[in-house]
């Protein structure tokens, strides 16, 4: 049983961050490092605020957690300071709980009936009671391998490294599979390594989990290209079973705008990919904000991502363009009423270091120098409207009005168009949908058989939470083909896709 005066005693309190001068002296996570004794109490008055509601729309798939985190019994757990069983209960749903922690929007926080009326202190800071169980858990020595008693005799390769690869690996190893995780990269991780910066999660607490897989038995090859370095046949000859978990990383490019084949205009990740290899000990970025007037085309994650890192490299002027209008500070009831997840101004600690957005504008021109190499961009300010009979969006300028904003860097973070168009996908057999993913049966199997998928590959740019939600529920779908049922957790069906933001 919660506290059921708990609410009415403290107000939301989220975590602290370091100041602007400490963030952009390194490149380390932007939260404060607090001393945990401290840090543990102020989390258990968060906890108390919970008030274990009849219908928890926080740990619901559809309007909350996608894992179905045990939202309300572990915040009563913490409340009464007993983190062990926390961390178990948080472990149970959820095997990378520091991930997400750090990483998710938190859609519980959205679906918290604490925040249906602003005069309630706000919702229960779900995500920081969260990442602070599985700070403790670590602490203290919570996080051990757990390896499997049973042999199944059974091979499966997983093909990514990312949060569904590696969700999918660590519960198939776990319920006494032979998995291999093959990752083309130099190291793994997916877009936890190579796309989201060091300031909002450091590798280290990749590599801390990673170091538990390995000493579960879950074996790992980098650098190999499942299609090209291993062939089709041999992933057929060598293993019972496949999960695609290749993620959606096939950029969208901006390719009519006039000016784009000048110098200095990136997609985004051609930018982010180096400066995080740059983070791990790789040498210097070729694609460097130092000095540099940067804009940034796209108002999203990837842009803040890029916004922070180009700020961090000592760019001059940071800007991040977005065609919408500026969405309203509060959730608007007609349009996004709760639980969903809210249309609202989201204002990340990268907006907060430098720079400014600029929103309803589109860039109608990149201006170029002598040499080839841009140095304007054209700005119109926009509507986009959505054509009535195709659906489609338009983007039409509201006046005559033209600004040129100085820019020697422009980084293209408008989305991702799908899986990238790869040879193990011929030699499998699998085309694309329209939507640039992969489709499966309800038993997540594709077309080919023993062939299963999960992740951004299934469901388009999402999530690490969905990752790890789809990469479970895949385990137990390769669990039940391989053996002929499963007892491992399923919380989400593949046609629970696709919503927007979360
Ligand atoms: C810049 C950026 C920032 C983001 N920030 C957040 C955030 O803050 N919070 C959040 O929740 N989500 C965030 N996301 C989204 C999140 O990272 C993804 O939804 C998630 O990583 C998807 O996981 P995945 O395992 O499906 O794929 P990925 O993480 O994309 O991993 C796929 C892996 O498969 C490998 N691969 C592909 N083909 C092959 C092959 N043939 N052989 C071998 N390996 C192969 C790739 O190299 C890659 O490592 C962000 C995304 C980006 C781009
Ligand atoms: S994983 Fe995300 S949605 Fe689920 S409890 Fe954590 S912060 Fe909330």
């Not at 093959?182 to 991780?189: H, Q, S």
């Not at 060598?238 to 000048?262: H, S």
């Not at 791990?280 to 970025?285: K, L, T």
């Not at 119109?380 to 820019?407: C, F, H, S, Y």
Request: hydrophobic share 35%; proline share 7%; glycine share 10%.
């Amino acid at each position: 049983m919660a506290d059921p005066t708990g609410f009415l005693k403290y107000d939301r309190e989220e975590p602290k961050k370091k100041s602007k001068e400490e963030r952009l002296a390194t490149w380390g996570e932007v939260y404060a490092d607090v001393e945990p004794g401290e840090r543990d109490e102020q989390v258990r008055k968060q906890a108390s605020r919970c008030m274990d509601c009849g219908i928890p729309f926080c740990h619901s798939s559809g309007s909350g957690c996608p894992l179905g985190n045990l939202i309300p019994e572990w915040n009563d757990l913490v409340r009464r300071g007993d983190w062990a069983a926390a961390s178990d209960r948080l472990h149970a749903t959820n095997n990378f709980p520091e991930f997400t922690g750090k990483l998710c929007p938190a859609p519980c926080e959205a679906g918290c009936v604490l925040s249906v009326s602003p005069l309630s202190g706000g919702p229960v800071a779900i995500k920081r009671v969260e990442q602070t169980i599985a700070d403790q858990s670590w602490e203290a020595g919570y996080v051990q391998p757990q390896v499997s008693a049973v042999s199944s005799g059974q091979r499966v390769a997983v093909v990514g490294s990312g949060p569904a690869g590696l969700a999918a690996a660590q519960q198939l190893t776990r319920a006494g599979h032979e998995v291999t995780v093959y990752e083309r990269d130099d190291r793994l991780g997916g877009l936890l390594r190579y796309g989201i910066p060091e300031f909002k999660m450091e590798k280290k607490v990749l590599d801390r989990r990673l170091a538990q897989l390995r000493k579960e038995g879950t074996k790992f090859v980098t650098g190999c290209e499942v299609g090209v370095d291993l062939t089709v046949e041999e992933l057929r000859e060598g293993y019972d079973a496949v999960v695609l978990a290749v993620g959606a990383l096939r950029g969208r490019d901006d390719k009519t705008t006039p000016g784009r084949e000048l110098s200095g205009i990136h997609l985004a990740m051609e930018h982010l990919v180096p400066a995080n290899k740059y983070v791990e000990g790789d040498g210097p970025s070729p694609i460097d904000a130092a000095g540099k007037h940067v804009v940034i085309i796209g108002g999203g994650d990837t842009g803040a991502d890029s916004y922070g890192t180009a700020t961090r490299q000592g760019a001059l002027s940071v800007t991040q363009l977005d065609q919408y209008p500026t969405p309203p500070s509060t959730r608007d009831d007609e349009r996004s009423p709760w639980p969903t997840w809210p249309y609202i101004l989201r204002t990340y600690p990268a907006h907060e270091e430098a720079g400014e957005r600029k929103f309803a504008v589109a860039v109608t021109r990149f201006i170029g120098d002598d040499e080839g190499d841009v140095r304007a961009v054209e700005l119109r300010q926009v509507r986009v409207v959505k054509d009535p009979e195709t659906g489609q969006r338009m983007v039409t300028p509201v006046n005559d009005e033209v600004e040129e904003l100085p820019a020697d860097l422009v980084l293209l973070a408008i989305g991702f168009e799908g899986v990238e168009h790869m040879p193990l996908l011929d030699g499998l057999g699998l085309s694309l949908t329209k939507r640039g993913t992969l489709s499966c049966g309800s038993d997540w199997q594709t077309s080919s058989p023993g062939v299963f998928v999960c992740g951004d590959a299934h469901r388009g740019a999402s999530l690490v939470v969905w990752a790890i939600a789809e990469g479970r529920s895949v385990a137990s779908a390769v669990d039940a083909y391989l053996t002929g049922a499963s007892d491992l957790p399923a919380p989400v069906h593949p046609t629970a896709l696709p919503l927007a933001v979360v």
